[in-house]
């Protein structure tokens, strides 16, 4: 069993940044692949951005290709998402996601998720 704890969270004006931090117990973590989704009040739960097992490979979902970073650092079992030029719409509890294999497969979920942290974007 994977346990998931993400942090950094919180409130930030329209532009602002954010790092979210997600730490996991596993010591194989460097062989899971591993996510962010977000869900916003009323919306379903999508993926934000995804980062292959070894960091080689990444992928990012639209709306937050060159504002948004995905990284991992394999000795300290932590991925991060760097959050620049946020949006309102950004407005959602992001949550961390492992999956057991070496890459992320496009529309699908985590094996294991973490209990959210909620970003709120000002206007």
């Known amino acids: 069993q994977v346990q998931l704890v993400e942090s950094g969270g919180g409130l930030v004006q329209a532009g602002g940044s954010l790092r979210l931090s997600c730490a996991a117990s596993?010591?194989?973590?460097?062989?899971?692949?591993m996510g962010w989704f977000r869900q916003a009040p009323g919306k379903e739960r999508d993926i934000v951005a995804a980062i292959s097992s070894n960091g080689a490979g990444t992928y990012y979902t639209d709306s937050v290709k060159g504002r948004f970073t995905i990284s991992r650092d394999n000795a300290k079992n932590t991925v991060y998402l760097q959050m620049n030029s946020l949006k309102p719409e950004g407005t959602a509890v992001y949550y961390c996601?492992?999956?057991?294999?070496?890459?992320?497969?496009?529309?699908?979920?985590?094996?294991?998720w973490g209990q959210g942290t909620q970003v709120t974007v000002s206007s």
């Open positions: 596993e010591r194989t973590f460097s062989s899971y692949a």
């Open positions: 996601a492992a999956r057991r294999s070496s890459s992320w497969p496009v529309n699908r979920g985590g094996d294991y």
